[in-house]
């Protein structure tokens, strides 16, 4: 079935390095994708989302590429800061009722 | 803004108890999904409903039911508390014109079953 694979974490990062969050996925057909982030105490906020491949979706300086050859939809981001921190999951429409299937998530800290 | 509330942030309960969940959209949304939240395991679908007074289960249906009277209220039933039924439980609502692509969440109730 369809399924979403994400590096595990936590990433410890200081602040202004640069961010990668892997995440790569199989599916039947075509899905959209999309990261969504969870920030400490809180729900799920979607962060991007792209629908078809080559898009790239892009928000709060993060972005991620739809990547079809590899299945890929990686999470970068330039220059982070502490406000960053929070848990950030990978998903795409799929599964028999076309709902969303997220990775584990990645727990990323910044420090100053 | 899309507005998703879940009545309580933390709830203890007793093993055996009933316990209601609930969840309220305030965007007219056709679409309401309960998941679990797990350490390790990410999220997990238990229920959606597409419409009022449907219901369709999910990846782990097994010790929940569920109920959706009205449009925007989605209530999640542990008809008898377990222990490992201890988690955080989030709602999430997205609309049919959108695809059930972008789905808006609540804050979460984080349950705890002693």
């Known amino acids: ?112 | 803004d899309v507005k998703v509330t879940q009545s309580s942030r933390y709830l203890v309960k007793r093993t055996g108890e009933k316990v209601f969940l609930e969840c309220v959209q305030d965007m007219d949304h056709e679409n309401m999904f309960w998941y679990r939240q797990d350490p390790g395991l990410g999220l997990r679908l238990i229920y959606f409903s597409y419409d009022v007074k449907m219901k369709e289960k999910g990846d782990i249906p097994e010790g929940y039911s569920v109920s959706r009277e009205k449009k925007e209220r989605f209530s999640l039933i542990l008809e008898s508390a377990s222990t490992n039924q201890t988690s955080m439980y989030l709602c999430a609502s997205s609309s049919t014109g959108e695809g059930t692509d972008t789905q808006y969440f609540g804050p979460g109730t984080r349950l705890t079953v002693l």
């Open chain 1, 1 to 112: 079935g369809d399924s979403v694979t994400q590096m595990e974490g936590p990433v410890t990062l200081s602040e202004e390095a640069f961010l990668t969050i892997n995440c790569t996925y199989t599916a039947t057909g075509y899905p959209s994708l999309f990261w969504y982030v969870q920030y400490p105490g809180e729900g799920l906020q979607l962060l991007l989302k792209a629908t078809k491949a080559d898009d790239k979706g892009s928000n709060k300086g993060f972005e991620a590429t739809y990547r079809k050859e590899t299945t890929s939809f990686h999470l970068e981001k330039g220059s982070v800061q502490v406000s960053d921190s929070a848990v950030y999951f990978c998903a795409l429409t799929g599964g028999s009722q076309g709902n969303l299937i997220f990775g584990k998530g990645t727990k990323l800290s910044v420090k100053p």
